[in-house]
């Protein structure tokens, strides 16, 4: 079973989201992909993060209907500081023996993994699947001590559009695979801004997502706001 996780504070889960998911799952025929919303910080919520719960919850309401999706909340139950290796760990000991993980994540987040806790010990239990950010360029990537140095070449095609996918093999028997993607004109903190000044959410969100902020009065200025 091959397995793409999809980990994220989701707040909230949007449109963008479902897109970035089916096309992965499309390209590299994942048999599922887990959604993985983030547990709450250890410092207090501010305006722009809904509680755990609450994004758990429109995670939830926006996979319902779609088999080949699932939400876990494998993050919210963790006490603590919530590590991507642990997630892995768990989900590797919970899966069947075949399972196979690939995690996906932004370009400009893969950048950063050589400051994770224990990145060699990920790049040895699971597959990333790297998806293109505004702003960034996979060229970028070259630097990291962890990819082969022949791969700059390459990389630059992902750029300029002439390849839209880049498998790298790893020592471990994983894969970084570099996805160029279409850039989603969603984001997640334009749909806070506008949920704050009262404009329309139309084609932005799954509408049981939308249905749900307004319910619960998410993203807005009243601190008194309810949530589950």
């Known amino acids: ?14 449109l963008g989201h479902l897109a970035i998911a089916r096309q992965t799952r499309e390209r590299l025929g994942f048999d599922r992909i887990l959604f993985i919303p983030t547990g709450d910080p250890p410092h207090k919520h501010s305006r722009d993060l809904a509680p755990a719960r609450d994004r758990f919850e429109m995670v939830r309401l926006a996979l319902a209907g779609t088999p080949e999706f699932d939400v876990s909340d494998i993050e919210l ?9 642990d997630t892995v760990r768990d989900l590797a000991r919970q899966g069947p023996p075949d399972l196979r993980l690939s995690f996906l994540i932004g370009l400009d987040a893969f950048k950063d993994l050589p400051s994770w806790r224990e990145p060699e010990a990920l790049l040895s239990l699971c597959s990333f699947v790297v998806l293109s950010r505004p702003g960034h ?3 970028s990537l070259a630097a990291l001590p962890f990819l082969p140095r022949n791969t700059h070449e390459s990389l630059a095609a992902l750029d300029t559009g002439t390849h839209t996918q880049l498998a790298i093999p790893l020592p471990s028997g994983h894969t970084v695979t570099c996805l160029a993607l279409p850039p989603s004109p ?7 801004e506008r949920v704050r000044h ?4 139309a084609n932005l969100l799954p509408p049981p997502v939308e249905s749900y902020i307004l319910t619960h009065q998410l993203y807005r200025e009243d601190p008194n706001r309810t949530h589950i």
């Open 1 to 14: 079973m091959h397995l793409g996780v999809f980990g994220g504070s989701f707040n909230p889960i949007h």
């Open 198 to 201: 009262g404009a329309t959410l």
């Open 137 to 139: 360029t996979f060229q």
């Open 77 to 85: 139950r963790r006490q603590g500081k919530s590590y991507t290796i």
């Open 186 to 192: 969603i984001s997640a903190s334009a749909i806070r």
